[in-house]
């Protein structure tokens, strides 16, 4: 697992929150910095990438992890 | 800002169902760094009342999921019982609080936080008497050419 700076907690969380929560962590953070995202909502890989194209904030990870969704984001 | 995009709402509806796309789609946009305006007019200046209390009605409604089969031994004249709004806005309220669906206060707070700007119709609201001071702070009073100003430089306009 690669190291990261923050982490947040998405699970249970459903369509938008975890975009809004991330970027709501995200605008704490330093550019450069890497923020762990745990999440539980199957919409969310998807919606992350895209998150990631639009927002220039780098997605490093996205994977599976004991039936979670975690990804990693680098800020831009 | 000019290389901002930018999305316009126009939201009609005041249902607790319709209420959800104008503030999720707002809230995402301000996220994904867009310029975000809503317009409510009619109905949908009920999305922007202090006290939210909407709900959501299965009355010519078809498409509505209702629990436990109820459609399958609901008359569809049973909707339109007394009470049925109120028990069904109960019962969808607590659904979306199980799945993590965020409550339309939630959602309308988190558009406040990211500056996405709200404009009440004027004309709504001389039209139902409603008195402004019902309305949530930092709404805006506007008529159609306010929406256009904005909308006319929009790369999405929506109406809902």
Same mark, same amino acid.
């Given at each position: ?33 890497? !923020? ?23 997605? !490093? ?6 039936? @979670? ?8 | ?49 202090? @006290?939210?209390?909407? @709900?959501? +009605? ?18 569809? !004249? ?7 709004? +109120? ?19 939630? !959602? ?45 430089? +929009? ?6």
């Amino acid at each position: 697992m690669a190291a990261f700076d923050q982490e947040l907690d998405a699970t249970g969380l459903n369509c938008p929150l975890p975009i809004l929560r991330a970027k709501k962590t995200l605008s704490g953070m330093e550019a450069g910095q890497v !923020l762990r995202i745990v999440a539980t909502d199957p919409g969310s890989v998807k919606d992350f990438e895209a998150f990631s194209k639009q927002t220039g904030n780098e997605l !490093l990870e996205s994977g599976e992890e004991a039936g @979670k969704f975690v990804f990693l984001l680098k800020k831009a | 800002m000019s290389d901002e995009k930018k999305l316009a709402i126009i939201a009609t509806k005041g249902t607790l169902d319709w209420g959800y796309p104008p503030f999720i789609l707002a809230s995402t946009a301000a996220a994904l760094g867009y310029e975000t305006q809503v317009f409510f007019t009619f109905y949908g200046l009920q999305l922007v009342r202090k @006290k939210l209390d909407l @709900k959501v +009605s299965p009355l010519g409604n078809p498409g509505m999921p209702m629990p436990m089969g109820m459609d399958k031994w609901f008359p569809v !004249l049973g909707t339109a019982l007394p009470g049925m709004e +109120s028990v069904m806005s109960s019962m969808m309220k607590k659904k979306m609080r199980d799945k993590g669906v965020a409550s339309l206060q939630e !959602l309308r707070d988190l558009c406040f936080e990211a500056e996405v700007k709200m404009i009440a119709c004027q004309m709504t609201v001389d039209l139902f008497d409603f008195n402004p001071a019902d309305f949530v702070d930092g709404l805006e009073f506007g008529g159609a050419a306010t929406f256009f100003e904005f909308a006319g430089e +929009s790369d999405i306009c929506l109406f809902i």
